[in-house]
């Protein structure tokens, strides 16, 4: 007999489940206080949902919007930007990391090709995967998916564009820097994009989009899923986040919040470099007599655990910005058991931290 996991049927505003709801359902089911779940989430209206290292002030035009009443909102996940509109679907995933490849990049290899074959037959889409994360018709992006381990729990989603995204409201919200559609032959993420409903030429009931994601993943992780409810240790859960957000966590990790000014003889160099068929890193370094003083990386990162990164930025002060130096700590954050940094290698991040230095004036 299947094992059942839990499924839960949202309707939710974007910002507040990224910030507040789904945060509370992986706690508890990392305590053990409830089963494993999928939560399907139909979107309320517009709100843009940042990962853990996308920097809002570079990335997003948050001046554009606070006046269009577009809510911006960051969690601790390795995902770039996810943009959600009435007619997007996102399906999180919460479950013990028995049921999936011991590595994030396995994980989407294993999940979206399946997906991929479920959406074909329903709907006749062609879909095919694309890697490292992408699900694709005709060389433009229908679905998605994101991820990483937390403790013995898997953590991910499955985004999902149904309908046509409002691209005029959304396209002046973003910031993306062109190297990210640098192996793409769109140039825009109005472009890159296309829904379903476009592929097949009518209207999907949420219902259809459902059904196609229960049947889908009871086979790809042969379980049961089936119907239920928040209990009451998510929702006090999800009240004390609500409680304790600030406006500040947003701002965290830009660069302004945490450089601050620059002191006498501090350079500042950037880069930025594209993971082939994957996001980009963009690496801001400040440099004062040939040492690193401080370094942020943000931009699109595929990491387990979602701090890796950030880790290392802290690893690398006071390292002298030489070659020998900084591989010999990069090589010791690859070295430790259970880190990812998907699609890179410690060859690629010294060679990130070495170009921002030499651009450092």
Not at 46 to 72: A, M, Q, T, W
Request: aromatic letters at 10%.
């Amino acid at each position: 007999m299947d094992k059942e996991w839990r499924l839960l049927d949202l309707y939710v505003d974007l910002n507040e489940n990224s910030a507040f709801l789904n945060p509370a359902i992986q706690r508890a089911r990392m305590e053990g206080r409830v089963p494993d779940t999928v939560s399907f989430c139909s979107i309320k209206k517009i709100g843009i949902s940042l990962g853990f290292y996308p920097d809002p002030e570079k990335d997003i035009n948050l001046e554009y919007c606070r006046v269009h009443d577009i809510g911006v909102s960051r969690r601790l996940q390795p995902y770039y930007v996810n943009v959600g509109y009435p007619g997007f679907a996102v399906v999180y995933i919460i479950a013990g990391k028995q049921y999936v490849p011991p590595t994030v990049a396995e994980i989407f290899q294993a999940v979206i090709p399946r997906m991929a074959e479920e959406f074909n037959g329903r709907w006749g889409t062609a879909a095919k995967y694309r890697p490292f994360n992408d699900m694709e018709v005709g060389g433009r992006k229908v679905s998605w998916m994101g991820g990483s381990f937390f403790g013995d729990i898997w953590s991910g989603a499955s985004v999902l564009l149904v309908k046509p995204s409002p691209i005029d409201k959304i396209n002046p919200a973003l910031n993306i820097p062109p190297e990210k559609f640098a192996d793409k032959e769109a140039k825009t993420a109005g472009e890159r994009a296309v829904s379903l409903e476009e592929l097949t030429g009518r209207p999907i009931p949420l219902d259809e989009v459902r059904e196609a994601y229960r049947e889908s993943l009871e086979k790809i992780f042969g379980v049961k899923l089936v119907l239920g409810c928040l209990s009451e240790v998510e929702m006090e859960y999800e009240q004390e986040n609500r409680e304790k957000y600030s406006p500040d966590i947003l701002l965290a990790r830009t660069e302004g919040r945490k450089f601050g000014s620059l002191g006498p003889g501090v350079k500042r160099g950037e880069s930025i470099w594209k993971v082939p068929r994957g996001g980009l890193i963009r690496a801001v370094i400040l440099v004062k007599g040939g040492v690193i003083q401080n370094l942020l990386f943000s931009g699109n990162v595929l990491c387990s655990p979602v701090t890796a990164l950030e880790e290392m930025e802290e690893g690398l002060k006071g390292v002298p910005l030489e070659e020998g130096s900084i591989r010999e700590k990069v090589q010791v954050f690859y070295g430790k058991p259970n880190y990812q940094l998907t699609g890179t290698t410690p060859d690629d991040l010294v060679r990130l931290v070495l170009e921002s230095g030499k651009k450092a004036v």
